[in-house]
């Protein structure tokens, strides 16, 4: 592959009218934005523009021109290794990104790496922003005075409060001793019966019995073999030797309790057998109604019914006409008519009255008369 120039002068580049392939620089700063652990590191984002033929190295170059510390950066190239090295500057975190395709943070440590890089970008007409990241190294020392305060600050809290130290337990001699103690007992009286529901016994002196060997009972016989406790008997206690305590004696249980325990499992059992469900089930000579079936519409509203007349008293027709005061003259042309009363004017018409020589002003009268009757008046 041929060499490409360091610096392409004497050419014009063909994008972004002549200026070349724009770079967008992304330069992350060890130092961090606050004094948290967790606390972002600060960075410097700049923008720069590159002929499409310059190579890795003078792409380089500009990126730390336009970061303004020319004097403060530095780096060189090695042919053979084909890396780059930097007093300032970490390439290998040096990544490149180009939108809108695949290439996400890909390493950008070498001339195939660019090449690559730069054969991507010139796809389209118009070529993509590429964006660079890379990261400040790390200093030589044991690191700066900030970084230093950054830790002791983490010590304190972060804020200036003072973080409490975990106090570490560490065990004495005796109780690791005892520790050891305890496991060689559990290894020694490991019960060998498959019947036994015990994981370790031991037997008592007199009767044979599994006595079980709890951590209380481990602890106790640990703690008389480091004491060096010499039993009634004159046998030292040790691994295979309990101490002479009530604690190693095998009891009988106590049949008042064991008859207990009996009576309180079989009533558990009893009450778990007879289990009681009350269930309300719908009546069956009831019909449910069925979902499908539509329910028959409501009986229309009747309209209320009028009261019924008053039944007046039935009276003559000569009290009918004292009592409302219809006069003589009425009274002999009704009279003559053959009415015998007001139930009898009920049932006549005004043609009727008229046919009975009664003049309209009679009528009335004849008529108020009635519906004064009716409505119980004079009674």
């Known amino acids: 592959m041929a060499t490409r120039p ?77 890396t780059y090295t930097s007093t300032t500057i970490d390439f290998s975190s040096l990544t490149y990104t180009i939108p809108k395709t695949l290439f996400k943070e890909m390493g950008l440590s070498s001339d195939k790496d660019y090449d690559i890089m730069l054969k991507e970008a010139k796809k389209k007409a118009k070529p993509e922003i590429i964006h660079i990241s890379m990261m400040e190294a790390e200093p030589e020392s044991g690191g700066s005075d900030k970084e230093n305060n950054d830790e002791s600050g983490d010590e304190e809290g972060g804020r200036g409060r003072k973080r409490k130290k975990q106090k570490t337990f560490e065990p004495s001699e005796e109780e690791v001793e005892q520790n050891e103690l305890i496991k060689k007992i559990n290894t020694e009286w490991k019960c060998q019966d498959r019947t036994c529901r015990r994981f370790v016994c031991f037997p008592d002196r007199v009767t044979g019995q599994h006595v079980p060997v709890t951590h209380f009972h481990s602890s106790t016989w640990a703690a008389a073999i480091q004491g060096k406790h010499i039993n009634e008997d004159g046998t030292p206690v040790d691994i295979k030797t309990p101490p002479d ?50 329910q028959p519409p409501p009986a229309p509203l009747q309209a ?75 009674e």
């Open 304 to 378: 209320p019914q009028p009261p019924r007349p008053r039944s007046a008293p039935q009276i003559s027709l000569e009290l009918f006409c004292h009592r409302y005061n219809l006069g003589q003259a009425i009274h002999a042309k009704l009279q003559a008519y053959s009415v015998t009363g007001p139930h009898t004017l009920r049932h006549l018409k005004n043609n009727h009255l008229e046919a009975a020589n009664l003049n309209p002003a009679e009528i009335a009268d004849v008529r108020d008369a009635q519906d004064r009757w009716v409505m119980g008046e004079g």
């Open 245 to 294: 305590d009530e604690l190693f004696d095998y009891q009988e249980p106590d049949a008042a309790d064991v008859a207990l325990v009996r009576g309180r499992t079989a009533k558990a059992k009893a009450n778990d057998s007879n289990i009681t469900i009350h269930l309300t089930l719908p009546d069956a000579t009831v019909p449910v109604p069925l979902a499908n079936n539509p």
């Open 6 to 82: 360091a610096t392409p002068e004497d050419e014009e580049s063909i994008y972004n009218d002549g200026q070349g392939l724009q770079f967008k620089l992304e330069f992350i700063l060890r130092e961090k934005t606050d004094g948290r652990k967790n606390a972002k590191h600060k960075t410097v984002k700049k923008s720069f523009y590159v002929h499409e033929d310059s190579a890795l190295n003078h792409m380089l170059n500009e990126a730390i021109k336009v970061l303004g510390r020319e004097d403060s950066l530095f780096f060189c190239y090695i042919p053979r290794t084909d």
